[in-house]
Nanobody, 113 residues
Framework: QVQLVESGGGLVQPGGSLRLSCAAS????????INWYRQAPAKQRELVAT???????NYADVVKGRFTISRDNAKNTVYLQMNSLKPEDTAVYYC???????WGQGTLVTVAS
């Protein structure tokens, strides 16, 4: 059974940084494209960043230049480094293996002073 577990969320002030982790069991993440999504209160879930199986990355315009997605294949983990955080980045962040239809439980990021 494939499981994804996100961690690293929390409360941070505007301008601060957080690093989210997505650890997998039951599969090898490096074989797949991995996505980070987020869902803010009363809003639809949106795609934030993707890393392909070959290591190419893509970002939503609203986070480009501030967020970085990466993977550590030895740890079977994907990360989302978030810098220069803004209040509008407040959301529950989810990792996803689209091809398998698997989602993590989410981790809450709150950006507030």
């Amino acid at each position: 059974q494939v499981q994804l577990v996100e961690s690293g969320g929390g409360l941070v002030q505007p301008g601060g940084s957080l690093r989210l982790s997505c650890a997998a069991s039951g599969t090898v993440l490096s074989n797949y494209h991995i996505n980070w999504y987020r869902q803010a209160p009363a809003k639809q879930r949106e795609l934030v960043a993707t890393i392909t199986s070959l290591g190419f990355t893509n970002y939503a315009d609203v986070v480009k230049g501030r967020f970085t997605i990466s993977r550590d294949n030895a740890k079977n983990t994907v990360y989302l480094q978030m810098n220069s955080l803004k209040p509008e980045d407040t959301a529950v962040y989810y990792c996803n293996v689209g091809r398998l239809g698997v989602w993590g439980q989410g981790t809450l990021v709150t950006v507030a002073s």
